[in-house]
């Protein structure tokens, strides 16, 4: 397998606070690579520096023969890389397929977007089929529930056909029922995708990962599949050792 | 694999024939009016004030699409307006000169006819300037400010203070610009004499054409993809990036359209009015403007151009009754709207469409 994202060496400094502190990753082409780490490790921190969002400190990212490091975003996307957000951020006035179709026409020249949209192309059909959301095709996406928003925000990735796909924490706030359903979207991306997906929540995690990445402040803690990551007593340290904390908090 | 849903979602109703017929039939009902029946029936200079009333609707048009669609709070159309309005009084001045110097010049002592000047007796020139020059000044502007994240209110006091440079420096230029007093005593223009009413007819009729084509351009833009991403640009800057579009290059490209928008607006403003000067393109006829579409609606192109009529005809009939009351009543009117109707009139109205269907 050949590698599609490569990290080597990545610092990130905020005044002074190092979020990110030497971390190396190396995503394969195909892979589905859970990145997972208690609050403040770093996760949205890494994806903000692979889509350009926020400008490392020092490293290097590769991402096939090309250095996304000091690229603008937008530009890092027209290379193949799309991302969705902690909190979705779709455009609320406008419809369902006006945000797919937006998300599957930036390719085109600008003053090829002068005409109006005739009818629903092939790559924002596919994401409205995925998604499920073509029964919502043509409401304003502001009527959409919160597992809704994701699920779109997930179709606009999908309408952009990216090469490399970074989901951020894509099934928080959702319903158990929602979240099942967010796995087996996510299960029909991988097959021809390569994603990364930041999660939190272990249950999730056991469902649907093979390959895990653990952070800890800044730090890659290890790396490996669910079974290992989950035996790990560093991993069970900083991390389950955090949620038996909040669930003793919980109790009490 | 589908994702149902489970909360129910109030369905728009389809776009029935008569829904879809209704904009086409109220544009064609404001056309006869303003083409047949407003030249019939109004006294000539009641006619002309309807002239410059659409005159700045043009310019609203562009503040519409600016600030409605692409949330650019545009506090400067002013210097494009400006622009396009001293090209075109620049040309009949010339024309008028007959190879001498224009009459301020000679008044205020200038012997040669200036560099930036001479190119202006041509025709083609003036005009082409009237438009291209507005939208090379908004182009280079925008690709400065927009490229370095410039927004929200810091861009809407640039251009303000954009407009307050450019009257000190028309004033400060006596000879090369009639400072204080601008461009006026217009006689002809392409051969036709001004003063008749013949010619004011029809130079009211373009401005209406104008405005009608200008009108149908903005709602195509508005309707096409680009306009969808505009609104996405308005909402959402910062993730319209990573959709891979470049949000300064979208703003730039609308606030160009807009600023031509305006350049054409001045340059038709100096035939119907019969001068241009700086008082007539400051920081305050800037903001005028902009409180009109606002009253008018910013969202809706019809409402920018309502707005703009409406406020010039308001500002006409209260102005001479009560001289100076108009800045008061203009501006209670202004915050009236923001608090009760932030859509403006075009919004109050669309929702008793909607109540009564
Ligand atoms: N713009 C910023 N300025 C200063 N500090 C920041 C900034 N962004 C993130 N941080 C800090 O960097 C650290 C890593 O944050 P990050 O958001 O990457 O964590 P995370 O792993 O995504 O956490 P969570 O699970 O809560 O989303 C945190 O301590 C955070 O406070
Ligand atoms: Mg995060």
Redesign the pocket.
Known sequence: MTALLEIRDLSVV??G?T?IDGVDLTVDQGELRFLI??????????I?VITGL?KPAAGAVRFGADDLTGRKEHEIVRLGVGRTF?TSVIFEELTVVENLDLAASFRRPLWALAGRRRGISEAVEHALTTTGLDELANEHARVLSHGQRQWLEIGMLLAQRPRLLLLD?PVAGMSLDERSRTGELLTEIAKDHTVIV?E?DMDFLRRYASQVTV?HE?RVLTEGSVEEVRANPKVQEVYLGRAREEADDAVR | MTLTTERPVAKTPPATWRTRLQGPAVFATVAVLALVVAPLLLEPFRLGLLAKYLVYAIVALGIGLAWGQGGMLVLGQGVFFGLGGYAMGMHLKLVEAQGDLPDFMVWSGVEQLPALWEPFANPVFALAMVVLAPMALATALGALVFRQRVRGAYFAILTQALAAAFVILLIGQQGLTGGTNGLTNFFELFGQDLALDETQRVLYIVVAVVLGLLYLGARQLVNSRFGRLLVAVRDGEDRVRFLGYNPATVKTVTFAISAGMAGLAGALFVPVVGIISPALLGVVPSLELVVAVAVGGRFALAGAVLGAVVMGYAKTTFSEQFAGGWLYLQGALFILVMTLAPRGIAGLLRRRRKETR
């Open positions: 905020f005044d606070f979020a780490g208690p609050n403040g490790a770093g996760k949205t921190t890494l903000d926020t902690q924490e930041v939190h952070l800044g």
